[in-house]
């Protein structure tokens, strides 16, 4: 075996570490000059800051701390997070430990134990956020990642109990999945109470309202996911509820689709929505959401109405463009690709979309660290060490199996049934970059499909001789185990394992996993999940100013080759053609017998056509499941509590603009704040108020800021600047909303009174507002979108012939300060765009960090990370 190394963490790796997965002391009176601690610096309740430090003074309850960056905070011992561990070696000495107890004899206890903490070591093997953090820690702690509750039994008392599962699940810290089918449509009789029922999606909503609630409970949002089938009469309703405000906020949504469904979309056929005869007196008994089953039994379906499927593969194709939502999942692929399609069909989804799960279905995660397997001598991937550290592994999850504490005995049932583990990889990319091959090539394609399917290999082979010496899953019969589409393909390929599992059988249903990662992979600074790179370059502000940052490998690259542009094969998201991203996952999905963690990104000018040739692709590719982010698709408005009036499109464009008519919301802003002045005054204001004619027009100004690219449209009346509209950010999020605030103020401050220079006046005041970060240099440099409106504003005022003089103008702040060629530039993005993306404030850190990765929103500067 290698040497074990001493591994360091700094900054936020450190700060990660220390504050979810090193295990905590809960009595900080405990703490003691020379200790190590996390110390509160910004107590606010929503957004609070910590920092590393060393205790150098203890007075009672009052400390004081040195932070890392030398600053000397005081504060009291409640405010302080203290850790047993510091380093991630004791983490390592924990987790190996824990996961060895399990084995039968005290040798092979002392085997496996170091045999773990080999794979932990420097972090080629990193385990799951809750096995890092309860493993050998807490015996109330579960180590499962990923949860799904049986569909809710169509009843009150059924709909309470799933609530009560839910919230407890939540509240230890597991994602729960909940598919809503088996609840009675809209309007359905409800016999008992001499009524109809308020529906699936009602229902849904109370589900996403508790999930609300245990966020503000605690410091991390609860996750769920709430689905649907393809053939419940709610479907409608439940594709576009995102589109009214408040409904369903906490929730991530995903319709589950059916090969029918796909046919009868391909070949333009109706579709019929159905639901089960509510009056037939086993229905309470024996309906559970299973409508094949159901039918099986030779049971009553109504039919309650067609549709066209084109219609509404249409209508969940429009909602995904605008704003991601509702996921799509192939629900009855999955089960036929599925090992568990014999005894345990997957009804749902964890909330990130990785871990397909039966009802009262767990699974426990990992992931290989794949940037510790590069071979730099024979510039190829450590082929022999990968299988090892992949065959320790599968062993090191099974044992989770045996090791965590169970809540609900369904759960512990179900999973001693089928011992679902979930081994998945992060450093995908970064290990891409140190063989120089470019993410979504096809020379790519052929290098994961090798990868992937390599891992797949040692895995099953692990498993099966696990199942020799230990037995296998207690649902295991090997002629229908075989026979499912994941078996087919891989004992085609690798006749070993299928001549493995006949001799020995196999210790686990399913295997591999590919999740997110996003906060354990920001810990230990690789490339998250199977994603390329969101970015390279990044700002970063720190006491010593705002500095332009590298990820690592990037930075090594331009060390060693100063003055040089980075190789194509530093490859980012938004470089790809989202093609690529599906063809990628597909390659990949090949050898995963769960399902991945993966978004497609797509430009700005993605169409809902191109959409559904994207989703279509994915089904035809064979992928579980399609997520997709199209670059400022929030931008549009999705949520809407009034009818919608006929509104400015996106500000896109160097042109003239056509405004809102009267109706328009600065008007209904006018109107709402008239009313609420007493007469006299309202006089003066009706008099010094400026009234608008029906059409004005202006310029529209492309600046980037420190929350993402903003277009500010300046429309004027008689020559004069009179009205301001902003676009930033994704609707629904803090930054549209401050955004869209400070467009209305600004206007009604520039159309109220006479207009001696006011808007010389707003540029005063505008300029120069700074926040937790800057774009741009010099004269270019944009501190914050007040100071971007200041900017627009100023260059609106310098001339009298608006929209043409500005088509020559180059945009305040560019992105980057280079001349890019054609052939530089891929899909309308340059290598360089990514690092801009629109991002949001961070509930954690209350930084503009938060950014969307792999279906997930991760702050890239504390690592808060949550599902949605």
């Known amino acids: 075996m290698k040497t074990m190394q001493k591994q360091r963490l700094e900054g936020l790796s450190e700060k990660i570490f220390l504050d979810r997965y090193a295990w905590k002391n809960a009595d900080t009176n405990e703490t003691k000059v020379g200790d190590m601690v996390l110390v509160l610096t910004k107590d606010d309740p929503k957004f609070p800051a910590k920092e590393v430090g060393e205790v150098i003074e203890r007075d009672g309850r009052h400390v004081k701390v040195r932070t890392r960056s030398g600053e000397m905070v005081e504060s009291t011992v409640e405010k302080l997070t203290l850790t047993v561990e510091k380093t991630p070696e004791e983490m390592w000495d924990r987790l190996a430990a824990a996961m060895a107890s399990v084995e039968k004899t005290p040798e092979l206890q002392q085997q496996w134990t170091d045999n773990f903490r080999y794979i932990l070591d420097d972090w080629k093997l990193v385990p799951g956020g809750r096995i890092a953090a309860g493993a050998g820690a807490s015996e109330e702690l579960t180590l499962f990642n990923c949860y799904v509750i049986p569909s809710p039994k169509d009843s009150r008392g059924g709909i309470m109990s799933t609530l009560s599962e839910m919230t407890e699940i939540m509240a230890r810290g597991g994602g729960v999945g909940i598919n809503l089918s088996s609840l009675r449509p809209r309007r359905a009789i409800v016999k008992g109470v001499n009524g109809s029922s308020s529906g699936a999606v009602s229902w849904g909503g109370l589900f996403s309202y508790t999930t609300g609630l245990i966020e ?41 689709v059916s090969n029918g469904f796909m046919e009868a979309v391909k070949k333009d056929l109706e579709w019929d929505l159905v639901f089960p005869d509510t009056t037939d007196p086993e229905y309470n008994e024996l309906w559970d959401g299973d409508l094949d089953k159901w039918k099986k039994l030779g049971k009553n379906v109504l039919h309650y109405r067609t549709v066209r499927a084109r219609d509404v593969w249409h209508t969940i194709m429009e909602s995904a463009w605008k704003s991601a939502e509702p996921g799509v999942v192939f629900m009855e692929y999955y089960n036929q690709m599925s090992n568990s399609w014999y005894f345990n069909p997957i009804i749902c989804t964890n909330p990130c979309g990785e871990q397909g ?10 992931a290989m660290n794949l940037s510790k397997f590069y071979d730099e001598e024979n510039h190829d991937v450590d082929w022999e060490e990968l299988g090892k550290v992949t065959r320790y592994s599968v062993r090191f999850l099974d044992n989770v199996i045996d090791k965590t504490p169970y809540h609900f005995e369904e ?44 891992i797949a290999k040692e895995s099953y082979l692990a498993s099966a001789e696990i199942a020799g010496e230990k037995g296998s899953f207690k649902a295991f019969d090997l002629e229908p185990f075989m026979q499912s589409g994941f078996m087919k393909n891989i004992t085609s390929v690798y006749p070993e394992v299928g001549a493995a599992i006949a001799e020995h059988g196999m210790r686990n249903v399913t295997v591999i996993t590919q999740a997110p990662t996003g906060s354990t992979g920001t810990m230990v600074g690789t490339s998250t999940g199977i994603e390329p790179y969101f970015a390279f370059k990044f700002f970063r502000q720190s006491r010593l ?88 698709s929030r931008d549009v408005q999705v949520l809407n509590t009034e009818k919608k009036e006929d509104k400015q499109e996106s500000a896109v464009a160097t042109e003239a603009a056509v405004t809102k008519d009267e109706k328009g919301s600065i008007d209904t802003l006018d109107k709402s704040l008239a009313v609420k002045v ?78 001696g220079q006011k808007e010389a006046l707003l540029i005063k005041h505008l300029k120069g507002i700074g926040g937790s970060g800057a774009i741009g240099f010099g004269a270019n440099r944009v501190e914050s979108i007040a100071d971007a409106v200041a900017k627009a504003l100023e260059a609106h005022i310098e001339s009298n012939e608006h929209a043409a003089a500005y088509e020559h103008i180059a945009p305040i702040a560019a992105t980057i300060a280079v001349e890019e060629s054609e052939a530089d530039t891929h899909a309308g993005h340059s290598h360089h765009e990514d690092a801009y993306a629109s991002r949001d404030l961070c509930t954690s850190c209350g930084s503009a960090s938060l950014i969307n990765i792999e279906g997930c929103k991760t702050c890239s500067n504390c690592g808060y990370s949550r599902c949605g």
């Open 411 to 454: 759960n512990k049932e179900n999973q001693q049934k089928e011992r679902r583990v979930g081994l998945g990889t992060m450093g995908l990319a970064e290990l891409m970059i140190k063989l120089q091959i470019r993410y979504g090539s096809p020379e790519s394609l052929e290098f994961l499909d090798k990868l992937y399917g390599f």
């Open 216 to 256: 503000q409970g605690g410091s991390r949002r609860g996750a769920l996911m709430l689905m649907i089938n393809d053939w419940h009469p709610d479907l409608m309703d439940f594709i576009t509820v995102k589109q009214t405000m408040g409904q369903v906020t906490n929730a991530n949504l995903s319709v589950c």
């Open 678 to 755: 007493d007469d006299d005054t309202k006089k003066v204001f009706d008099k010094q108020y400026k009234s608008r004619p029906q059409v004005l027009r202006g310029a529209t100004y492309k600046i980037n800021t420190p929350f993402g690219m903003a277009y500010i449209t300046i429309n004027d009346n008689e020559g004069i600047p009179s009205e301001i509209f902003l676009n930033v950010g994704k609707a629904g999020s803090d930054v549209f909303a401050m955004a869209e605030a400070l467009g209305r103020v600004c206007s009604l401050f520039l159309r109220y009174g006479d207009h």
């Open 357 to 366: 799960l039966p009802g009262w279905g767990v699974c426990n995660l990992s």
């Open 545 to 632: 100013g705002y500095d332009e940052q590298f990820v690592p490998i990037a930075q090594d690259w331009i060390n060693a080759h100063p003055g040089e542009e980075l190789p194509d094969y530093f490859v980012t998201a938004m470089d790809l053609l989202a093609e690529d991203h599906i063809r990628s996952q597909a390659a990949i999905q090949r050898w995963v017998d769960s399902s991945i963690s993966k978004t497609a990104n797509c430009p700005s000018d993605f169409t809902v056509e191109d959409t559904k040739r994207l989703y279509e692709l994915a089904f035809d590719l064979g992928c579980k499941g399609v997520t997709i982010y199209r670059d400022g």
